[in-house]
């Protein structure tokens, strides 16, 4: 009797309140997120991280699938098309927002191609040399950039890219366009910049601390408000009178257009536990950022900020009338 009467409660809950096929039992295998950048890059290195992290969580496996080109709209793009069950994410950056305008023949509509998991992080950016670059400080830069301004070369991960935008704002401040040379990532940027084959790169932290600690680069500034506890010798650019190139680069998850509220829910509840997790935090703190709040691990914030960020973006881009195509 008692069996029949559970049955006939669960009969009853899932009549009024369908619940979408597949999300009961989610996850049941293997979840790819997309990296819209090479590999070994700043986006890389956090996705590894968090994936790695809520995979344990999971209890399914959560592995990076790097789709690297156009500034990150490639990767966005194969995601906005992939099947809506949960298997399919995405983990992109401001460049999510950026890309609504510079873009202007875009594969999908940024604001209505993905359902929302939640915010990540918010990483600094440092503005970096190669190491045998002859200036040793930010004005010494300034100025070797204007007296070079033809042959200084500044990497970069395409159109849109965190990279990108932060040497966008660094020109404009010192009112000098350089050369671009752009990657699909700032991994491979890296390597051609311990390399020698490039001068400049604006990057985040999770890609340029260790190797400003190693001491395989010069750093000339950080892109954020007070120096770093990772490199505090490293001067703020308000610091050095360039109080206009301030960013920092904020993360998101997210998942197809018309993936179930239940699997995002999930996915979100799954986010705030690896956001906690004590390797995560070490390892971000290591890197010169940190996790998101909890509040904000959620598809509510990420929804809000992305919408926010695309209303910042659009009049700058605009009245800069640079576009990517
Ligand atoms: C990367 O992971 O390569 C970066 O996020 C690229 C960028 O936006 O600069």
Known sequence: MRRFVAALAAAVAVTLYPVAAGAQTY????????????????????TRLVAEAMSKDLGQQ???????????????????????????????????ATSATLYRKLAYDTLNAFEYVGLVTEVPMTI??????????????VEYAKAN??????????IGAASHLCGMLFMSAIKTPLVTVPYKGTGPAMTDL????????????TNTTKQ??????????????????????????????????????????????????????????SLQV???????????????????????????????????????WKPIIEAAGQYAD
């Open 149 to 158: 301004k033809d042959s200084v070369t500044v990497a970069n991960a395409g």
């Open 27 to 46: 996850p049941e295998r293997t979840i790819t997120v997309v990296v819209p950048f090479a590999a070994g890059g700043p986006t890389d290195t956090v």
């Open 194 to 205: 311990l390399g020698g084959q490039v001068d400049i790169m604006c990057d985040q932290t």
């Open 274 to 312: 690896a956001l906690k997790d004590e390797n995560v935090a070490a390892r971000f703190a290591e890197l010169g950022t940190r996790p998101s709040p909890q509040a904000d691990a959620t598809p509510a914030a990420l929804k809000a900020k992305l919408e926010n960020e695309i209303a910042r």
């Open 128 to 141: 970096v040399g190669r190491k045998d670059l002859e200036p040793a400080d930010l004005k010494g830069l």
């Open 212 to 269: 400003i600690q190693g001491g395989t680069i010069k750093a000339y500034a950080v892109t954020s408000p007070e120096r770093l506890d990772v490199l505090p010798d490293v001067p703020t650019t308000t610091e050095v009178g360039l109080p206009d190139v301030q960013i920092s680069i904020w993360h998101g998850l997210y998942a197809p257009k018309g993936t179930p509220a239940e699997i995002t829910e999930r996915l979100s509840k």
């Open 62 to 96: 959560v592995i990076v699938e790097n789709v690297g080109g156009a500034g990150g709209t490639l990767g966005a793009g194969r995601v906005a098309k992939a099947e809506p069950d949960g298997y399919t994410l995405l983990l992109h950056h401001i460049g999510m």
